[in-house]
């Protein structure tokens, strides 16, 4: 019975954990709104970010040693950079593909009367 009450505790303290701005919040705060990142985690992102500017991006946080994609992943919901969910990078689109989906696409014809 016991391990029950723990295990609904712990679910019942990840349903409550907040959305953090990463690039205001103190160390404890970050700590406690993001899975996988402990104080330590926490306290090298803000110093990261004091020596090296906001973060613009979700994934600017792995250039924190310890954090890599996954944990980026897993709370991308929950981090925020301004006053809304953290920007995520999309992957570049080169030229060519869009040339192809221009080529596919077919052109309208104008009717003339």
Same mark, same amino acid.
């Given at each position: 019975m016991k391990k029950l009450i723990l295990l609904l505790s712990l679910f019942a303290?990840?349903?409550?954990?907040?959305? =953090?701005? =990463?690039? $205001?919040?103190?160390?404890k705060t970050i700590s406690e709104a993001l899975s996988g990142i402990g104080l330590k985690k926490a306290e090298a992102i803000v110093k990261y970010? $004091?020596?090296?500017g906001p973060f613009k991006t979700a994934e600017d946080l792995t250039s924190v040693k310890g954090i890599g994609k996954k944990i980026v992943e897993k709370n991308k919901k929950d981090i925020l950079l301004e006053g809304s969910p953290a920007a995520v990078a999309e992957p570049k689109k080169d030229n060519k593909s869009k040339d192809a989906a221009a080529a596919v696409e077919p052109k309208?014809? #104008?009717? #003339?009367k």
């Open positions: 303290f990840n349903a409550i954990a907040a959305p =953090v701005n =990463v690039n $205001t919040a103190d160390a970010r $004091t020596e090296k309208k014809e #104008s009717k #003339s």
